[in-house]
């Protein structure tokens, strides 16, 4: 996995800064390289919350270039985009495609937020080796600044990391959770002509919600203490 170097560009705003580095600590990223910011203070670290760290070991720089020494991909973002192949400097990726792109590289990778205002320059765009754009509403468009760099970095953290899911039941239980719901259907003197597209609908139904094993196991007691109620012994005992 590459290591990540964030990079603010001319912020404008103290609070946005703290929230930047919230969002970093949130998914574990810990470099925040600044040119030419707006000064920091206790707003900054109120929204920074438990993240004042990263403003602590910020490190503010001269410069655009000197931020970006020692990185190997340099990553730009901006709100806006242009349709068509000749403009290529403004041709995106999405935050997902490219955390999937890069997560091999070796290296170190820096990601550009240009000021809440304007974003980044051409001329910034223009020495960028990719560019990522988030899709949003064509109404309103433009995020906040820590908005965009927290899903940036949701995208970054989420790459290769399996989810755990809860089990699914078996074809098996579901085939007897099917049972138990024709049994209670004839422990109800459910109407028979109805009784053959009901259960294909029940079937469809729980196809749709993929149940887990806990929610299976639940709904067999359901079942099973509704047609003991109804008919005075459990499933399947005549």
Known sequence: MPA???????????GNVGAVARAMANFGFQELFMVDPCDLGDEAYKRAKHAGHILDDSKVVDSFEDALKGCSLVVGTSGKVTEGEKHFIRIPETPRSFAEKVQDHEGCIALLFGPEDLGLTQEQLERCDLLVHIPSSDEYPILNLSHALTVVLYEIFMVGRPLSL??????EEKEMLFDFFHQLLDAIDYPEFRREKTEIMFRRMMGRAIPTKWEYYTIMGVFSGAVKAATGRKPGQS
């Open 4 to 14: 990540y170097r964030v990079v603010l560009v001319s912020p404008m705003h103290e």
């Open 166 to 171: 809860p089990r699914p039941a078996s074809m």
